[in-house]
């Protein structure tokens, strides 16, 4: 073991070639790691940033939604389109009345 302690080649020791081989594979090592991990980074930066986009989004959709589901709007342009008003008092029925205008026959009725 010794002898490979030892051993020269032109002026230099073997192992001081070795040593400096681990020390360039393991500084190559680290700023590969470096590298990704920048890559990584900024795909994680393009991500945020496009789900703040879709979260305003949404937020904008959420709000004309509200805006088109106003009952004032939707009682505008059912009477403007389909010509519906709301119904007078005078047409609402009771459950009793609902049941004769349905046809149904009660427990002590017998319908012709």
């Given amino acids: 073991m010794r002898a490979l302690f030892d051993r020269r080649y032109r002026g230099f020791r073997v192992v001081n070639f070795a040593a400096a081989g681990v020390l360039l594979i393991l500084a190559l090592g680290v700023?590969?790691?470096?590298?990704?991990?920048?890559?990584?980074?900024?795909?994680?930066a393009k991500v945020e940033r496009q789900i703040a986009l879709e979260k305003n989004q949404i937020r904008m959709l959420q709000a004309e939604v509200a805006a088109l589901e106003r009952p004032d709007r939707i009682s505008?342009?059912?009477?403007?389109?389909?010509?519906?008003?709301?119904?007078?008092?005078?047409?609402?029925?009771?459950?009793?009345?609902?049941?004769e205008i349905a046809g149904v026959k009660t427990a002590g009725e017998v319908k012709p």
């Fill in 31 to 44: 700023y590969l790691a470096k590298t990704e991990a920048g890559r990584e980074a900024t795909a994680i």
């Fill in 76 to 99: 505008r342009l059912s009477s403007d389109y389909l010509g519906l008003v709301p119904p007078d008092a005078k047409h609402e029925a009771s459950p009793e009345k609902l049941l």
